[in-house]
């Protein structure tokens, strides 16, 4: 009798409310930037909630119920939040809550399973890199008539025809780098 009840009042559960389906142990956030945010819902659920990022651990999240966004229309069933004003903390045990509203921070509609926050990697083989290229006005005499370089890329700029030149092969060079890198990466 106890097992169909706990069974019963699972399922009932279940169909009752918000599931916040990302972040979770395996998909968690990084520090870098927006992140990924994803939920279902059922008709009977409340059409706005607040999101709040919690953790248990104050040394890493000194303040707890941090507010990432408010009046998030439910039946988007995804959005990105945008990092609270100090950055992402790093660490274990976050939790996000989906939550009345602002006010209301105890009446929770849904909460994520624990996940981690990790450091965002500073190498990433999908960064994406733009090549850069050079104009050479000028003649290739000396004096005031000494080429110069535009750059509409990324290189550095330099006064000299060979340097610019210099820099455009290095950046191609670099280009060819970093995808080697990408696929020893991946």
């Not at 290739?140 to 330099?158: R, W």
Request: proline content about 5%; hydrophobic content about 40%; aromatic content about 6%.
């Amino acid at each position: 009798m106890r097992a169909s009840a706990a069974v019963l009042l699972s399922l009932s559960a279940s169909a009752l409310g918000y599931l916040v389906v990302v972040p979770n142990p395996s998909q968690g956030w990084t520090n870098d930037g927006s992140q990924l945010v994803v939920w279902e819902r059922v008709e009977t659920d409340p059409t706005s909630f607040t999101v709040v990022l919690t953790n248990t651990d104050r040394s890493v999240q000194p303040i707890n119920n941090q507010v990432l966004a408010a009046k998030v229309d439910g039946t988007l069933k995804n959005m990105t939040v945008n990092p609270p004003s100090g950055g992402w903390p790093v660490g274990r045990t976050f939790r996000v809550n989906f939550v009345n509203n602002t006010e209301d921070l105890n009446t929770i509609f849904a909460q994520s399973d624990e996940f981690e926050i990790k450091r965002a990697n500073t190498t990433s083989s999908t960064a994406t890199t733009r090549p850069a290229t050079s104009v050479i006005t000028g003649t290739a005499l000396g004096g005031s008539n000494s080429p110069s370089a535009t750059n509409s890329g990324d290189a550095p700029s330099g006064t000299n025809g060979a340097l610019a030149s210099s820099y455009a092969s290095t950046g191609l060079l670099g280009l060819g780098l970093c995808a080697f890198m990408g696929v020893l990466l991946a």
